[in-house]
């Protein structure tokens, strides 16, 4: 069983950075798509950005231009970088990897932007 292990995420004000990191059991290379979601209160989980290895990158238009997937295949991890934050990015927000019909999740990790 592929575990997906999440770390950073937290509280900042609006306009802050914050990252996000999602480290696989195995190599996440071996993963034809990594994706990235995000669930707000009262609202149903919501598509935010994919990444292939060493392929293209596609993003919400929401937050094209102020998040960026990071890659570190070679560390089995996959970061996703949030800058120029707004209180309604306000999520808890999950790491996926899909390899066929194969769908694994993070454990989730809150983000809060607030003042």
């Known amino acids: 069983q592929v575990q997906l292990v999440q770390s950073g995420g937290g509280l900042v004000q609006p306009g802050g950075s914050l990252s996000v990191s999602c480290t696989g059991s195995e190599r996440l290379s071996s993963f034809p798509l990594m994706s990235w979601y995000r669930q707000a209160p009262g609202k149903q989980r919501e598509w935010i950005a994919s990444?292939?290895?060493?392929?293209?990158?596609n993003y919400k238009e929401s937050v094209k231009g102020r998040f960026t997937i990071s890659s570190a295949y070679a560390e089995n991890s996959v970061s996703l970088f949030m800058n120029n934050l707004e209180p309604g990015d306000t999520a808890v927000y999950y790491c996926?990897?899909?390899?066929?019909?194969?769908?694994?999740w993070g454990q989730g990790t809150q983000v809060t932007v607030s003042s």
């Open positions: 996926r990897a899909t390899r066929g019909r194969d769908i694994y």
């Open positions: 990444s292939e290895p060493y392929g293209p990158t």
